[in-house]
């Protein structure tokens, strides 16, 4: 009993020195930050992924799946394209920004890829698409470059920055759960982290 006792005392949390919890979205001046530095170090497929990570807020797991024909017609990038999501085997839509649609189209390009191949290939090997722990990776190179700690952010930074600023312009959650692909609206809540202040000071600016 003794030993249990003085073994639960040394025992180290599992999350000590770690930081948990939902990764928090990129702020707009901090996605110019990386935009200018991608562009400024002409990494192609960087800013092309980057972008289109932010217009799309699909899920690490999609995002690197996307073959060219899923946002491309012929030789022009579309100005919307949908998606089946792998985790919820739900279609999602989303829009491609101009900028966005710009780096794609210089990523299709440079890569002389074709509608059937991955629009994010593997380096070692153009058969595979970009692996979600490659994708990880840099992303917290690009968030290091511009004095960010990679620590405090994932991939669901990215998938959550655009939503959490549509919801913070509108508070139209409905929208943001359409465009986030969730079944549940409830899960939208959670993912947005709203909390109760955020939902009484919607209700302070309503009048009846």
Known sequence: MQYLLTHDIHR??????????????????????I?????????????ALFNLAIDSKLRACDLVRLRVR??????????????????????VQFEISNQSKLAVSNQIERSALQPGDYLFPSRKDQTRHLSTRQYAKLLKD?????????????????R???????????????????????SKIESTVRYLGIELDDALA?????EV
Do not use: C, F, M
């Not at 979205?25 to 901090?30: F, G, I, Q």
């Not at 690009?142 to 990215?158: C, E, F, Q, R």
């Not at 920055?161 to 986030?180: C, D, F, H, P, S």
């Not at 919607?202 to 309503?206: F, G, L």
């Open 12 to 33: 180290i949390p599992w999350n000590k020195g770690k930081l948990t919890g939902q990764k928090p979205p990129l702020k707009r001046n901090e996605i110019w930050a």
């Open 35 to 47: 935009r200018v530095r991608l562009q400024i170090q002409r990494r192609v497929r960087d800013l």
């Open 70 to 91: 899923d946002v491309a017609q012929g030789n022009q990038v579309a100005n919307r394209a949908v998606v089946l999501q792998r985790k919820t085997k739900r279609p």
């Open 142 to 158: 690009w968030v290091s470059d511009i004095g960010l700690d990679p620590k405090a952010y994932g991939t669901h930074s990215l």
């Open 160 to 182: 959550r920055t655009k939503a959490t600023l549509i919801y913070r312009r509108t508070k139209n959650l409905r929208a943001v759960q359409l465009l986030l692909g969730h």
């Open 202 to 206: 919607i209700a302070e600016q309503t």
